[in-house]
Each structure stands twice: as C-alpha cells, then as structure tokens.
C-alpha cells in the first residue's frame, strides 16, 4: 500500500542519530513510513504530495504544560494582557460592553491592576470578573460580590482566600478558588458553545504548530469533551489528560479515579494525575522556605501536606504519573520528598511544574531522583530584569537571582521539558523556543536553539513515556510541525516571525499556511 501524504522538497531536522537530515517524508495510516532526500518508492498516484519549496518540517511541537480546555473557558471576555498601567486597563474596561450586566475581563498583570472598586466604577456598577494574568488571582466589583452574596471571610479547605479590609469588608480581591464564589453567580457558557470553543482552541493551537500537549487540569467533564470531539473529528492535538486532585477531593472520587489510569482515546490518554502544592509569588501563596518580604508565601495549598503524600503515594502505586505545581522551593522540597516516598511504577517518572527559584541543593537531588524539571520559558519574559516588580520585590535579591534555572537543571542531568502554561502565557511555541534562548532574566540561565527544541520534542515524549513521538523515523507516529525556516538555524530573535507553513498530527493535516512572512 502506498503512502497517503507525502512532503517532499523540506529541509528535514529528524532529530534521529542514526539520520539527523532529509529532504522528504512519506506517511501511511498516520504513521510516518519512509523517510529520505526520495521517498517516490514509497508513493503512487493516490498520494497527496505537499511541496515544501525548502521550508523546515521537525517533529511535532508539544507543549509540556498547557490548559487547553479550562483556557477555552477562562479566556474570555475583554483581554487585558500587555496593559502598561491601571488606567490603560480601566480603558480597556470600559470601552466594552457588558452583557446580562456581566463583563468578564482577562490577562491583567499584577503590577499594574487596579482596584475591584475602581474596576466597578469604570463599567458603570456592572458586575465584573476580572482574572489576573496567572489565573490564582480574581478581582471582583462590588456588584459582582453582592450577586454572589460575598459579604465577607469565607473558609477553604485550601490557601483560596476572600481578601477583606480592616473592617472585614470584601476588597473583591479573590485568591485561588474563591473566584469560583463569583463565577457560579455568573452567567455560564452552554456545552455547544463551550464544545465549539474547545475545537476552535485547538484549531489556533495547531496555527501555532502545535501536534500536542500535556493537559495540566481534568476531570470527568474534560473526559468527556475528549470523547466528544474525538468522534466528531475535531481532537486535532494529541493530549495527555490528567486528573486535578485537591483538598476537596473525596476519598471517594479518589476511589473512582484510581480505576480510571488506562483511559485513552486514539489520539489522547489518561494515567496522570495533578496536585498543586503551592500558589504564586505575586499573590503571597506560594510555599516558600522563608517568608517573602511581605512576611507570605509560607504555607502549603494543602492544610496537611502529609495528607496529599498519602494521596500521591495511592496514585503512584496504582501506576499514576504524579505532577506538580511547585513554584516555591519548600514546595518542591516537599514534594520531591513525597515522590521518593510514594515510588513509581517501571517506566514512570514524576513532574515537577514551575520550578521558580530553587537553591543548588534542589537542582541537583531532582535529576538524582530521576523527577522531570517541566518548566515554561515564556513565564521568564514576565519577569522584570532591573529587579522591580512585585515577584523580584516579594522574593528579594538573592532568591530572585535563582531564577527559573534552565540551564543548571540540564547541567546537572535533569530531563528538562517545557511548555507555555497558556492561558496563563502566550501559547506560542516559538516565543517559548525564543525565549528560552534570549533571557535578561539570569541570562546565565539560556539554553541552546538544539536544547530549546528538545524540550518541546524529545523531550515531552520521553516524559510521556511515549516512544512513538519526539522524533521523524520510519513506524513513527506522523506528528510534524512545519516552519519556514529551521528553528536551530534561525536567530532566536526571529523565531516569533518564523511562519508555521504546516501541521500534521497523526498524518492528518491540521494547518496549512503559507511559508512566507
Ligand atoms: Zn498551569
């Protein structure tokens, strides 16, 4: 049987040792079936040929660390990402309409949000609901609350907050799931139109040259919006689902989702489940060794630690990869310790996420331990070089200089895979690939353009224990991202401008664009 696509005319980076350069790829069945400078014997007249005219072909992008489907829903509304002031984005506020006397806004960087009340007052008294830029923080206007019946302190089982003033008055700061209080007062996206979302999500996905991604949050509803779109045809991203377990999780669920580690799909599987550990620097909820200089970020996400090791320890023995948000180093000392304890089945290695600032002595016993380093190099750029910003000013000097430490984790022998964390970045895996190689922030800290693309190809696979991706090799699975120009070859620079000419998961062609800027 002869192939049914075949690219010919690229310039082939394999990333294969034993053939690291080709002109041509031919596919059957979505799997990759010859690979050459002539892949003819391998044709017939059926086959779909696509001529690449010189232009880059490299194994499949994939984002390590994406919300894909709670990005579809968070994402809405007015966009405030790249507001330089709280006027600029009162601006934005306004100019936009609300509707049923709602307004949902997102992406407003913590440096430069304004107050919930003057959020309210901007949009005339609506109720708005504003998320900052990485998603553990809310910002809701007096109206908002009040449709809410916020009036005050509420209590979690976790560090989500209802920040409150002196007199014990919501500030209509919202930490962590206490947005959720708002949101469910709001009005709520439909599935068909939450379905359709899903699906064009993807499709920019795929704009971007992405074949795949490590889902970092799931349940049984994304579970079944994976069925969903996979038998209408519109799973076009190879996925990685996991379970999110929190302090709220019952032992009961517990019990239900520890059946669940071999679901899968054609194009997605389960067998991962996410704790958070921590919350972010900017908020104060990170769980860091010392206090920051605000006297925060000292406690866990879970009151009891000890009891998401025992969770941990129930999921590794069931076979479960574990994954982490660790942003702060005593969270990832803690959970790097809970790993060791909990074990893991043959072939399985747990993730740490985030990784903001850890000491030496960290960078050193996570590859030691055989733990995955999953970190997203476009977080860098949020960062500001001269030290100002709320994250330098709560972690101070020192501890700011120990940031995301890329380059040290591959000195010392960490499987390093990186992604975006879209939404809460950009989901642009060339401004990843280019970020990761251009840093202000600790440029010490740059990777190499060969270690960059590792990280989104090679990489996740490995992580993924999947041995059928990462690479262009004949029985291959035919995940392949097509750019115009080589992304080891091109200036880092250019890389955002490189044009995506094509993307095939599974042999199926997901973008075509044209090769030229
Ligand atoms: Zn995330």
């Not at 009891?304 to 479960?320: I, K, L, N, Q, Y």
Request: glycine share 10%.
């Amino acid at each position: 049987m002869a192939a049914d696509l075949a690219i010919v005319g690229a310039r082939v980076r394999t990333l294969d040792p034993k053939r690291p350069f080709a002109r041509a790829v031919a596919i059957r069945g979505g799997t990759i079936v010859a690979v050459g400078d002539d892949v003819r014997a391998a044709c017939d007249a059926r086959t779909e040929v696509l001529d690449a005219r010189g232009a880059a072909l490299i194994p499949g992008l994939v984002d390590s660390h994406i919300h894909p489907f709670w990005g579809a829903e968070v994402a809405r509304g007015v966009d405030l990402r790249g507001c330089a002031s709280p006027a600029e984005a009162l601006e934005r506020l306004r100019a936009a309409e609300p509707q049923r006397g709602w307004l949902f806004a997102w992406g407003l960087d913590y440096d430069v949000a304004p107050t919930a009340a003057a959020i309210g007052e901007a949009c005339g008294g609506a109720a708005v609901f504003v998320r900052l830029a990485d998603l553990h923080t809310a910002l809701a206007s007096p109206r908002a609350l009040q449709l809410a019946h916020v009036t005050g302190k509420e209590t979690f089982a976790d560090t989500s907050a209802v920040v409150v003033d002196a007199a014990g008055v919501p500030t209509g700061e919202l930490r962590e799931s206490a947005g959720d209080l708002v949101l469910r007062a709001g009005p709520k996206l439909r599935w068909p139109q939450l379905r359709a979302r899903h699906a064009e999500v993807l499709r920019e996905l795929n704009a971007l040259g992405l074949t795949g991604g490590h889902m970092m949050d799931g349940d049984l509803g994304t579970l079944e919006m994976l069925r969903e779109l996979e038998g209408s045809g519109e799973l076009t991203m190879r996925l990685r689902h996991p379970f999110w377990i929190t302090p709220e999780t019952s032992d009961e669920q517990i019990e239900h989702l520890l059946t669940l580690k071999d679901v899968r799909g054609r194009l997605w599987r389960g067998g991962v489940v996410k704790f958070f550990a921590d919350g972010v620097i900017d908020a104060g909820t990170a769980w860091l060794e010392a206090p920051d200089t605000h006297g925060e970020s000292i406690t866990p996400f879970w009151p009891d630690p000890e009891r998401m090791a025992a969770v941990m320890t129930r999921f590794a023995e069931a076979g479960f990869q574990l994954a982490t948000h660790t942003i702060g180093d005593a969270a990832a000392r803690f959970t790097l310790g809970a790993y060791l304890r909990a074990g893991a089945a043959p072939g399985v290695r747990h993730r740490l996420e985030h990784l903001e600032a850890i000491p030496d002595d960290l960078v050193h016993s996570i590859p030691r331990a055989g733990v995955i380093a999953s970190m997203q190099p476009v977080h860098v750029n949020a960062i500001r070089p001269d030290g100002t910003g709320v994250w330098n000013e709560r972690l101070g000097p020192e501890r700011a200089a120990r940031a995301f430490r890329m380059r040290d984790l591959l000195d010392a022998g960490a499987l390093l895979t990186l992604g975006s964390d879209w939404p809460v970045a950009d989901a642009d895996p060339r401004r990843g690939l280019a970020a990761a190689q251009l840093r202000d922030v600790v440029p010490s800290q740059a990777l190499t353009a060969s270690e960059a693309l590792a990280g989104y190809t090679t990489a996740p696979a490995l992580v993924a224990g999947d041995e059928w991706t990462g690479r262009i090799r004949e029985g291959l699975r035919a995940d392949l991202t097509g750019l115009a120009v080589d992304p080891v070859d091109a200036p880092a620079a250019e890389l955002p401008d490189n044009p995506v000419w094509l993307t095939v998961v599974a042999g199926r062609v997901v973008h075509q664009g044209p090769a030229t800027r």
